[in-house]
């Protein structure tokens, strides 16, 4: 069965630390893609980033950089210096092909609200 | 093109009534996905289309519940006989699906509050 967990609930930090939110996911398939989306305030999920699962590369973007271990089904996401504007909850998210080798259905994890005080 | 549009943004709705929402996708975008999130919760998926095709449905999508795109373009989720249970956030998106790839990722709409009094 597919499962992601997000640990950390809330997380609450100053201005300009740098934050890591974790996820953990369990999947059989040897073929999968892990996500990141962003639901600020006003609700509309913001997609941040798609890592297939024979892509180990961690990935860097700005502020924002993902650790993807397979060894450890972890897809962590950090981001560096963090701002006010970063408040928000984060989801990170798991879905399997289907035999057109498209993306199907996400499995979400219940979401790490983040808060960056001033 | 702007994007993922939900219609209505939010509604009220007494027990028992029927509600329908409505969503518009990403123009050339073939699959369109309905989810639903609670507060405090990850969104859950309810169903999803390959242009006008229902390709699954989630056990959570009771009888109740119906949904359609009966032209591969904009899409419908009617509930009848709301509960109060059914309050909720209901959430679409759409993406590019092409043979043989991931297509591209899920854009969302800003979605539908539905509170059931």
């Known amino acids: 069965a597919q499962k992601v967990t997000q640990a950390q609930t809330e997380i609450s930090v100053v201005e300009k630390e740098d934050v890591t939110l974790d996820c953990v996911y369990e999947?059989?398939?040897?073929?999968?893609?892990l996500f990141w989306y962003k639901q600020p305030p006003s609700g509309e999920l913001v997609f941040l980033i798609r890592r297939n699962s024979f892509d180990e590369q961690n990935e860097i973007s700005g502020r924002y950089s993902w650790n993807f271990q397979k060894s450890t089904s972890s897809f962590n996401f950090t981001i560096t210096a963090s701002q006010v504007v970063d408040s928000a909850v984060y989801f990170c998210?798991?879905?399997?092909?289907?035999?057109?080798?498209?993306?199907?259905?996400?499995?979400w994890g219940l979401g790490t609200s983040l808060a960056v005080n001033p | 093109d702007t994007g993922v549009s939900q219609d209505p943004r939010h509604k009220i709705t007494k027990r028992g009534q029927n509600v329908t929402f409505r969503c518009d996708p990403i123009s050339e975008h073939n699959r369109l996905y309905w989810y639903r999130q609670t507060l405090g919760q990850g969104p859950e998926f309810l169903t999803y289309f390959q242009n006008e095709a229902q390709l699954e449905k989630s056990r959570l999508l009771s009888d109740r519940f119906s949904a359609e795109r009966p032209k591969g373009s904009f899409s419908t989720l009617e509930i009848q006989r709301t509960e109060q249970g059914d309050s909720a956030m209901y959430l679409c998106?759409?993406?590019?699906?092409?043979?043989?790839?991931?297509?591209?990722?899920?854009?969302f709409g800003q979605g539908t509050r539905l509170t059931v009094v």
């Open positions: 998210a798991l879905s399997e092909p289907d035999n057109a080798g498209n993306n199907r259905k996400l499995i």
């Open positions: 999947t059989r398939d040897t073929t999968y893609y």
């Open positions: 998106a759409s993406s590019l699906s092409v043979w043989g790839t991931p297509g591209t990722e899920a854009f």
